[in-house]
């Protein structure tokens, strides 16, 4: 959870280093060592290129198989929101043997986390 807004606020600019920056927001992995990523923007927010390599090198060199998830949520600052329950977030897409897919259905974080979990 972020919990000082001013400090997310701010701008780091890697511009003078010639580098892709990303971080990832979920890391979670199952019991039999599946690895699920996840990436959590706004539905104003940008899965940019650079994040979307990062994460999906790591998933395709990970042995044991792997996914990630790319969740949008609806909360916004400036209305007064001010948490976030990513379990009910929809997962927008996500990475799968090698491609990105549409999910056919609306699906939660938690329904989605919920079937990985015996993978």
């Not at 940008?46 to 979307?52: A, C, M, P, V």
């Not at 090698?98 to 056919?104: N, R």
Request: charged share 25%.
């Amino acid at each position: 959870m972020i919990r000082i807004w001013e400090e997310h606020a701010l701008h780091l600019d890697f511009s003078n280093l010639g580098v892709v920056c990303s971080d990832i927001d979920l890391l979670h992995i199952t019991p039999s060592g599946f690895l699920v990523l996840g990436e959590i923007k706004s539905v104003k927010g940008y899965f940019t290129k650079g994040q979307r390599r990062l994460l999906q090198k790591i998933v395709d060199d990970y042995e044991k198989g792997g996914t990630i998830l790319y969740i949008a949520h609806t909360k916004d600052v400036n209305k007064g929101d001010t948490i976030v329950d990513i379990s009910e977030c929809l997962v927008e897409e996500y990475y799968w043997g090698g491609e990105w897919i549409t999910p056919q259905k609306f699906t939660t974080v938690k329904e989605a986390m919920n079937k990985l979990e015996g993978m």
